[in-house]
């Protein structure tokens, strides 16, 4: 346990590293399924609203501001297959509150039951709807950022590859945390003794759950696995972190250094000896770091 980083040693002691599969992830579901509203502070208004052409969505507003806003299109994570916006309610307004911008976290169509294209539809149904509905919403429609974690992490670069792509809503910035970017990487050899939370089991019935069909083929969409876009010019400046013991660190430090080459900004965070969705242990010094990161680099881009 020596190799772990001493900020989460004895936590990753007790952490099990099972797979998860069609029963956990149908738990995972019934756990969250009646989710609460988002709670309001007095500095951040919380509320639910329906996207047209998508599903429901937590909105997360600073309080006092006056004039138009950055966005921040935040995806949940759970592997394509469970988890729910309300999960990251805490760090919505925490970005909301920190930064003077609005948050928008919606929910999406889950697999196995709706495969892709189902969440990419639903996300670029809300990305058009901020983007034409700005002065309603009071935001910038030239200031947008497009967020996630984890899966959420890889259909928020998804996103950006489809917006880039149809050139309707301009993307400002991306902030992909350990983001699921490419399902070749269940056909690999990945030595896991280390790995916590999202272990190689549990990554092939994700993929196999979002594509329908075995990960790895030679005909997957760049859109469901972002890793696999030949080109990836013409992206936002771009936010990449990940841990040294994520199952997806190699993808994601592969994917910055291809950003990089491709001329588009990149700022890549990868901490040692941490594993997949350790910040979600709050109190750690190593976590309250990587999100300082993360905060930081949006200042920066969002001026």
Do not use: C
């Given at each position: 346990?020596?190799?772990?980083?001493?900020?989460?040693?004895?936590i990753?002691?007790?952490?099990?590293?099972?797979?998860?599969?069609?029963?956990?992830?149908?738990?995972?579901?019934?756990?969250?399924r009646?989710?609460?509203?988002?709670?309001?502070t007095?500095?951040?208004?919380?509320?639910i609203?329906?996207?047209?052409?998508?599903?429901?969505?937590?909105?997360?507003?600073?309080?006092?501001?006056?004039?138009?806003?950055?966005?921040?299109?935040?995806?949940?994570?759970?592997?394509?297959i469970?988890?729910?916006?309300a999960?990251?309610?805490?760090?919505?307004?925490?970005?909301?509150?920190?930064l003077?911008?609005?948050?928008?976290?919606?929910?999406?169509?889950?697999?196995?039951?709706?495969?892709?294209?189902?969440?990419?539809?639903?996300?670029?149904?809300?990305?058009?709807?901020?983007?034409?509905?700005?002065a309603?919403?009071?935001?910038?429609?030239?200031?947008?950022?497009?967020?996630?974690?984890s899966?959420?992490?890889?259909?928020?670069?998804?996103?950006?590859?489809?917006?880039?792509d149809?050139?309707?809503?301009p993307v400002?910035?991306?902030?992909?945390?350990?983001?699921?970017?490419?399902?070749?990487?269940?056909?690999?050899?990945?030595?896991?003794?280390?790995?916590?939370?999202?272990?190689?089991?549990?990554?092939?019935?994700?993929w196999?759950?979002?594509?329908?069909?075995?990960?790895?083929?030679?005909?997957?969409?760049?859109?469901a696995?972002?890793?696999?876009?030949e080109?990836?010019?013409?992206?936002?400046?771009?936010?990449?972190?990940?841990?040294?013991?994520?199952?997806?660190?190699?993808?994601?430090?592969?994917?910055?250094?291809?950003?990089?080459?491709?001329?588009?900004?990149?700022?890549?965070?990868?901490?040692?000896?941490?594993?997949h969705?350790?910040d979600?242990?709050?109190?750690?010094?190593?976590?309250?770091?990587f999100?300082a990161?993360q905060?930081?680099?949006?200042?920066?881009?969002?001026?």
């Amino acid at each position: 346990m020596s190799n772990f980083h001493p900020d989460l040693a004895f936590i990753a002691r007790f952490l099990p590293r099972f797979a998860v599969g069609a029963r956990l992830s149908r738990l995972a579901r019934r756990l969250v399924r009646n989710a609460a509203a988002p709670r309001s502070t007095p500095a951040v208004s919380a509320s639910i609203r329906r996207i047209p052409g998508a599903g429901m969505a937590r909105i997360f507003v600073p309080t006092g501001v006056t004039q138009p806003m950055p966005v921040m299109l935040w995806v949940h994570g759970g592997g394509f297959i469970m988890g729910s916006p309300a999960q990251d309610d805490a760090l919505a307004r925490m970005f909301a509150g920190e930064l003077g911008m609005t948050v928008v976290a919606p929910s999406y169509r889950l697999a196995p039951e709706h495969r892709f294209p189902a969440a990419i539809d639903d996300l670029y149904a809300t990305l058009t709807w901020l983007h034409a509905n700005a002065a309603a919403l009071g935001i910038r429609p030239d200031r947008i950022v497009v967020a996630g974690a984890s899966a959420g992490g890889g259909l928020a670069a998804g996103l950006t590859l489809l917006a880039r792509d149809r050139g309707e809503v301009p993307v400002a910035f991306q902030l992909l945390v350990y983001p699921m970017l490419d399902d070749r990487t269940v056909g690999r050899t990945i030595d896991g003794a280390n790995h916590r939370l999202w272990t190689a089991g549990s990554n092939r019935f994700g993929w196999t759950s979002y594509l329908g069909r075995e990960p790895g083929g030679a005909d997957v969409p760049v859109y469901a696995a972002p890793a696999r876009a030949e080109s990836l010019g013409g992206l936002p400046p771009t936010w990449i972190g990940v841990g040294t013991f994520d199952l997806f660190h190699d993808e994601n430090v592969e994917y910055a250094r291809r950003i990089s080459a491709a001329g588009v900004p990149v700022q890549l965070e990868v901490v040692p000896g941490v594993f997949h969705g350790f910040d979600n242990f709050r109190g750690a010094k190593v976590a309250k770091s990587f999100l300082a990161s993360q905060v930081a680099a949006l200042r920066r881009a969002l001026g």
